[in-house]
C-alpha cells in the first residue's frame, strides 16, 4: 500500500485510530471461521459517520478493497480481508443517539454492542428481542449485515423484523438513507430489505433505527429432558400444533449436553438423548395457561422430566445451558467448525439424525444444538485443523448436510450468512437465475468491486 494512501487515510481519522504495524494487522487476520486467516494493509477505527464516507471516496479513487468489520464474531469469514487492503473497523462508532419511546424506536450508531441496546431499552420497560448467542460482543451493523437471529426467533422474528431505517455510506462514498419512523412506507423498492443481510457488500451502516415492543410482562423457563431424539422433535411440532408459540424452544443433543454439563455444571442429566429449554412470555395468566400445556404435551411423549425455574435465578441457570453450549464445545478439540443448516421444523428429527449417521460415517465428532422451534440446528464439529485427513472428512461431511438441508426444503444458512465459508454451495440453493440477479445488484451498488470482496459470489 502506498505511503501516500497510507498518508492520505491517516488525515480523515487521526494517527491513533488508524492500525499499520504488523503486531496489530495480526489481531484482525481472523474472525470466529475457523481455518481462515487474511491479513490487511491497514485497519481503520473511524469515530465519526463522516469520517466513514470520506474514507470510501479514497478507496474508490484508488482502487483498493474495503471490508467492514464489527466485533469479529462472524462464522462464515465476513469480516476478513479477503484481498488486503483497508478493514474499516466501526467499533469507535458505538453511541446510542435516541430512544424514542413515543414512536418506540431506539437509533444507534453501527458499532454499538447488541446487549448494550438490549439493558438501554428494557431499563424503560421496552425490548428488543433479537438476542444472537454473541450478543454481549457482537455488533448492531454486524447484526444488520447478517440478518442475526438468536434464541427468541421462533416468536419475535429477527433482526430484519425490527430494522426501520438505515444510513448506509455507498462504496463511492455516497450517503443512502433508507425507511425511518413511520410504520407504513411502500414507496419505491424496499431498500432496507436489501441492505439487511448483504453481509457488506453493498454499502457500510453507519446509524440503524430499530423497532422497539413493549417488555413482556413476565415469562416462565422450562427444561424438558428426553430419553429418545423422536421425542424431542414430536414434542416441538405438538407445541406449534398446539398454537403456542414459545419465546425460546431450543434443542441439545447427546454430545452437546455431556460437554455443557462437564464446563457449566448446570445439572444436565448425562443418559438422555435430548433436551427442550423452553420460555413462553406474555401475561401471565396466558403464561400460565401455555406452561401447563406445554407440560401435557412433552408427557405424552414421554419425557423423563420436567422442570419449571421456580424463580429468574434459576431460570438464568437453564438458560446458560444453551447460551454456553458453543463454549462447551469448542473445549473439547483445538478448532470447532460451527454451523447452521436450516430445515422446515418438521424436519428436525431427520435431519438431526442424518447430522449423526455423517458424523459416523465420517469418524467425526459432531454435537448438534439450535433453534428447535425454526428449524435453525447448529451441527458442530470438534476437530483439529492440523489433521488434515480429518479436516478434509469434515468438509465432506458438511457438503453432505448442506445438500441434506436444501434436499428437505431447507437452506445452507439459517443466520450465519454465506461469506467465504458457504459461497460455493449458494448456486445450490439459488440456481442461475438468482445467482445473475445477486450479481447485477452488487454491480449497481458497487461497479468496481472494492466493497467486501469475495464474499457471497
Given at each position: 500500500?502506498?505511503?501516500?494512501?497510507?498518508?492520505?487515510?491517516?488525515?480523515?481519522?487521526?494517527?491513533?485510530?488508524?492500525?499499520?504495524?504488523?503486531?496489530?494487522?495480526?489481531?484482525?487476520?481472523?474472525?470466529?471461521?475457523?481455518?481462515?486467516?487474511?491479513?490487511?494493509?491497514?485497519?481503520?477505527?473511524?469515530?465519526?459517520?463522516?469520517?466513514?464516507?470520506?474514507?470510501?471516496?479514497?478507496?474508490?479513487?484508488?482502487?483498493?478493497?474495503?471490508?467492514?468489520?464489527?466485533?469479529g464474531t462472524g462464522l462464515s469469514g465476513g469480516s476478513l480481508a479477503i484481498s488486503g487492503g483497508v478493514v474499516l473497523q466501526t467499533s469507535r462508532l458505538n453511541r446510542i443517539l435516541e430512544i424514542d419511546e413515543e414512536n418506540l424506536t431506539a437509533t444507534v450508531e453501527t458499532g454499538v454492542v447488541t446487549s448494550a441496546l438490549h439493558r438501554e431499552v428494557e431499563a424503560r420497560g421496552l425490548f428488543y428481542p433479537p438476542d444472537p448467542g454473541s450478543m454481549n460482543i457482537s455488533t448492531m451493523g454486524g447484526n444488520v449485515a447478517e440478518n442475526s437471529g438468536g434464541l427468541r426467533g421462533l416468536k419475535y422474528g429477527v433482526t430484519a423484523d425490527y430494522v426501520m431505517g438505515l444510513t448506509t455510506v455507498l462504496p463511492g462514498g455516497e450517503l443512502l438513507k433508507t425507511g425511518g419512523k413511520a410504520v407504513k412506507n411502500v414507496a419505491g423498492y424496499n431498500l432496507n430489505d436489501l441492505l439487511v443481510s448483504s453481509e457488506g457488500t453493498l454499502g457500510i451502516f453507519t446509524e440503524i433505527m430499530v423497532k422497539l415492543i413493549?417488555?413482556?410482562?413476565?415469562?416462565?423457563?422450562?427444561?424438558?429432558?428426553?430419553?429418545?431424539?423422536?421425542?424431542?422433535?414430536?414434542?416441538?411440532?405438538?407445541?406449534?400444533?398446539?398454537?403456542?408459540?414459545p419465546a425460546t424452544l431450543e434443542f441439545l443433543d447427546k454430545v452437546t449436553i455431556r460437554c455443557v454439563e462437564d464446563y457449566a455444571k448446570v445439572g444436565l442429566p448425562l443418559d438422555v438423548e435430548a433436551v427442550l429449554l423452553i420460555e413462553v412470555d406474555g401475561h401471565p395468566v396466558v403464561v400460565a395457561?401455555?406452561?401447563?400445556?406445554?407440560?401435557?404435551i412433552c408427557e405424552k411423549q414421554r419425557c423423563s422430566y420436567f422442570q419449571i425455574a421456580a424463580d429468574a435465578e434459576e431460570a438464568l441457570r437453564?438458560?446458560?445451558?444453551?447460551?454456553?453450549?458453543?463454549?462447551?464445545?469448542?473445549?473439547?478439540?483445538?478448532?470447532?467448525?460451527?454451523?447452521?443448516?436450516?430445515?422446515?421444523?418438521?424436519?428436525?428429527?431427520?435431519?438431526?439424525?442424518?447430522i449423526q449417521e455423517t458424523a459416523r460415517k465420517y469418524d467425526l465428532m459432531i454435537g448438534t444444538?439450535?433453534?428447535?422451534?425454526?428449524?435453525?440446528?447448529?451441527?458442530?464439529?470438534?476437530?483439529?485443523?492440523?489433521?488434515?485427513?480429518?479436516?478434509?472428512?469434515?468438509h465432506q461431511a458438511f457438503a453432505e448436510i448442506f445438500e441434506a438441508a436444501i434436499g428437505m426444503g431447507g437452506t445452507i444458512t439459517g443466520e450465519h450468512?454465506?461469506?467465504?465459508?458457504?459461497?460455493?454451495?449458494?448456486?445450490?440453493?439459488?440456481?442461475?437465475s438468482g445467482m445473475t440477479i445477486m450479481r447485477g445488484i452488487k454491480q449497481v451498488f458497487d461497479p468496481q468491486g472494492i466493497l467486501n470482496p469475495g464474499k457471497v459470489f
Open positions: 500500500m502506498k505511503p501516500n494512501f497510507i498518508a492520505e487515510l491517516t488525515s480523515v481519522v487521526g494517527r491513533e485510530n488508524i492500525l499499520t504495524d504488523r503486531e496489530s494487522l495480526a489481531c484482525y487476520q481472523y474472525d470466529a471461521t475457523p481455518e481462515l486467516s487474511m491479513t490487511p494493509g491497514v485497519v481503520m477505527l473511524p469515530e465519526r459517520g463522516e469520517d466513514v464516507a470520506r474514507i470510501l471516496i479514497l478507496c474508490s479513487e484508488n482502487g483498493v478493497a474495503v471490508t467492514p468489520r464489527g466485533s413493549p417488555m413482556p410482562r413476565t415469562k416462565r423457563t422450562m427444561l424438558v429432558h428426553f430419553p429418545e431424539l423422536e421425542q424431542a422433535a414430536i414434542s416441538v411440532s405438538r407445541i406449534i400444533a398446539a398454537r403456542i408459540i395457561e401455555e406452561a401447563a400445556a406445554i407440560r401435557d437453564l438458560a446458560t445451558a444453551r447460551r454456553v453450549a458453543l463454549s462447551a464445545l469448542a473445549r473439547v478439540k483445538p478448532t470447532t467448525i460451527l454451523e447452521d443448516a436450516t430445515v422446515p421444523r418438521s424436519c428436525i428429527a431427520p435431519m438431526v439424525k442424518f444444538f439450535g433453534h428447535a422451534g425454526d428449524g435453525n440446528l447448529h451441527p458442530t464439529c470438534l476437530t483439529d485443523e492440523r489433521d488434515t485427513d480429518e479436516i478434509g472428512r469434515a450468512g454465506v461469506g467465504i465459508a458457504k459461497k460455493r454451495y449458494l448456486p445450490g440453493l439459488v440456481g442461475e
